[in-house]
């Protein structure tokens, strides 16, 4: 492989990979500026994410989608995401510390 294409390649992971944490589903990037780059969140009005249980965290995505639970911030946010980024964030978020 020649210079420019390792370089476009790291180019492309690091653009794709963006602003959450190596190894972060592209979705995490509009969760980030409430619930933290780590999953710790910024304010005391949001909850934290790293570390909470897997099961738990694709359970409230699916809740605020569906109606069940409602909250003005995360409602509108999680008719955006479909049933795959449901699955990656929640891996995700409960994959950190
Ligand atoms: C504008 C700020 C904001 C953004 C952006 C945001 N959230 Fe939230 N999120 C909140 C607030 C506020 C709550 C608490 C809602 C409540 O009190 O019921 C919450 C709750 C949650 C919960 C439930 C946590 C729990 O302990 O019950 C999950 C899971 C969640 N958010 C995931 C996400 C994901 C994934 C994204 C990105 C796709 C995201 N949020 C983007 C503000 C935000």
């Known amino acids: 492989m020649g210079f420019n294409k390792v370089l476009g390649l790291l180019v492309f992971l690091i653009s794709s990979y963006g602003h959450a944490g190596v190894g972060a589903p592209p979705a995490a990037n509009a969760c980030i500026g409430c619930h933290g780059p780590s999953g710790v969140s910024a304010s005391p009005l949001w909850p934290n994410l790293a570390g909470q249980k897997e099961g738990y965290l694709s359970k409230q995505l699916q809740d605020f989608k569906s109606g069940q639970r409602k909250d003005p911030l995360m ?3 999680s008719l955006s995401l479909s049933d795959q980024d449901i699955s990656d964030l929640a891996k995700y978020f ?3 510390k």
Do not use: E
């Open 94 to 96: 409960s994959s950190l």
């Open 75 to 77: 409602s509108p946010i």
